[in-house]
Nanobody
Framework: QVHLVESGGGLAQAGGSLRLSCAASGRTFSSYTMGWFRQAPGKEREFVAQIRWSGGFTFYAGSVKGRFTISRDNAKNTVYLQMNSLKPEDTAVYYC????????????WGQGTQVTVSS
């Protein structure tokens, strides 16, 4: 059973930074892609970034490219999302997710962590 636990959310000012963590357990994740998604109040959940555990290949949504960086620590089985130059529109609940390659749907989700950016 895959278990994902996010942490690191909180309140930041516009222009500030936060780092989210996603601790993964229950599997060997070398065949997985890990993703970050977010959902703002009244909006649909949207893709933020992803990283292939093996090889470290990354992909970002246009709205965060150049500001957010996704990475992973193999030894800690943890995925990070470093968020810089935060904007009020980045305010959302952020979710960590995992999908088994080569499948395209994310089947495993964390509980989410709130990020609030004040102007």
């Amino acid at each position: 059973q895959v278990h994902l636990v996010e942490s690191g959310g909180g309140l930041a000012q516009a222009g500030g930074s936060l780092r989210l963590s996603c601790a993964a357990s229950g599997r060997t994740f070398s065949s997985y892609t890990m993703g970050w998604f977010r959902q703002a109040p009244g909006k649909e959940r949207e893709f933020v970034a992803q990283i292939r555990w093996s090889g470290g290949f990354t992909f970002y949504a246009g709205s965060v490219k150049g500001r957010f960086t996704i990475s992973r620590d193999n030894a800690k089985n943890t995925v990070y999302l470093q968020m810089n130059s935060l904007k009020p529109e980045d305010t959302a609940v952020y979710y960590c997710a995992a999908r088994l390659e080569p499948l395209t749907s994310y089947d495993y989700w964390g509980q989410g962590t709130q990020v609030t950016v004040s102007s």
